[in-house]
């Protein structure tokens, strides 16, 4: 019989299950705040549960870990990047960052990604499959241990594109803010999507709160289906038709993330099109220098990103420019592969 992986089940399906077992109901929040609050992975180390139910779990529950295969630290800014290697050996990354307001993570939800976005190192090696909640919560549970700090902010921002494993995301995003487990407000959650529409309208009915970032990155038509296939199956009408109800919904402003790219999407009209596009839209624009991605040749000028948020202040559009982090140690966004753990020594930050 396979085991249940009992750190993405939640707590009313671990009552369940343990009362199919034959145990009492109050068994499950001992044994999940174990889990989710002491983070203690061994059964035989829950004191407090019986020595013949410590056997009861271990027959039929598993506890999912992540080994850390390598880790990276930035020499410029404290960022860390983790390789893990799953339980079935396969690889993803996870990004640690350090702000002044305390310590943020940016994690992957599936091994390798399937929408091959031009500019993104995440897509080069291909789809793998999707990750299981407890992976993802593993990322940051196994990140906390190893550096002892506590997480403040997580955004869903790594390998993968979340809401193509939409249900395991949203499972990973209600243990994340359990009030008997992790308790980490969805306030302080962004995800961010190339723009999965119809899941876009999904997410907005469960209004969990969280920040949507919308990987726009080009604003007409036929750039974006160049760079973003995605675009080919949802276009930038039905996009900002679906951030329309998003926001409608939820009252939340959404992110646009607009990466500038030298001669593809950085021009004084692409500057004008794009506030054209999102003016008197209740959104934030995050501008980001392309990070450099071997097998590509795209970069940003360094007067670029500047001169493109001027150009969309003058035309009534804020934007801020996303600060890079971990850039040495290729941890900056875009630039997360499964297959890293394959190539050692291509990276400038000191290897722990
Ligand atoms: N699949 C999700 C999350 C992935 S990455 C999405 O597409 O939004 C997070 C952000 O980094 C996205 O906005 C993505 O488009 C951007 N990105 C990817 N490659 C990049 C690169 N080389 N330079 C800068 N940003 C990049």
Same mark, same amino acid.
């Given at each position: ?123 080069? $090696? ?16 196994? $990140? ?187 941890? $900056? ?20």
């Amino acid at each position: 019989m396979e085991k249940t992986d009992i750190l993405s089940l939640d707590l009313n399906e671990l009552e369940t299950a343990l009362v199919s077992l034959g145990e009492k109901k109050f068994r499950a929040k001992q044994i999940f705040q174990w889990l989710h609050v002491k983070r203690v992975f061994d059964f035989d180390k829950m004191t407090d549960i019986s020595i013949q139910l410590r056997e009861r779990l271990k027959e039929n529950f598993c506890i999912n870990g992540l080994f850390i295969q390598k880790k990276l630290e930035s020499c410029i800014d404290n960022t860390v990047k983790y390789l893990y290697r799953l339980s079935d050996g396969n690889f993803v990354e996870t990004v640690l960052m350090e702000y002044s307001y305390g310590h943020s993570i940016c994690v992957s939800t599936q091994v390798g990604c399937k929408m091959g976005c031009r500019f993104c190192a995440s897509a080069i $090696a291909g789809y793998v499959r999707s990750l299981e909640p407890s992976e993802i919560l593993q990322q940051i549970y196994t $990140a906390e241990m190893d550096s002892g700090v506590r997480v403040s902010g997580v955004v869903l921002m790594g390998i993968g594109e979340p809401l193509d494993n939409f249900d395991n995301v949203v499972k990973f995003l209600r243990l994340l803010s359990d009030k008997n487990g992790n308790n980490l407000s969805l306030r302080h959650v962004s995800l961010s999507t190339c723009g999965i529409v119809p899941r876009i309208y999904d997410l907005a009915q469960l209004k969990l709160g969280l920040t949507l970032s919308v990987s726009l990155h080009c604003p007409d038509d036929k750039g974006r289906s160049e760079i973003m296939p995605i675009n080919r199956t949802y276009n930038i009408d039905s996009l900002i038709k679906a951030c329309k109800d998003y926001i409608d919904a939820t009252g939340r402003r959404v992110t646009f993330e607009y990466a500038v790219i030298d001669d593809v999407n950085s021009s004084d009209a692409d500057a004008d099109r794009l506030a054209d596009l999102l003016r008197g839209i209740n959104c934030h624009v995050n501008l980001i220098p392309v990070n450099k991605v071997k097998e590509r040749s795209y970069h940003t000028a360094r007067s670029g990103v500047a001169e493109f948020a001027k150009r969309l202040g003058k035309c009534g559009i804020n934007a801020t420019v996303r600060r890079t982090l971990g850039s040495d140690i290729e941890a $900056a966004c875009g630039q997360l592969r499964r297959d890293a753990g394959l190539h050692d020594g291509t990276n400038g930050g000191a290897m722990l």
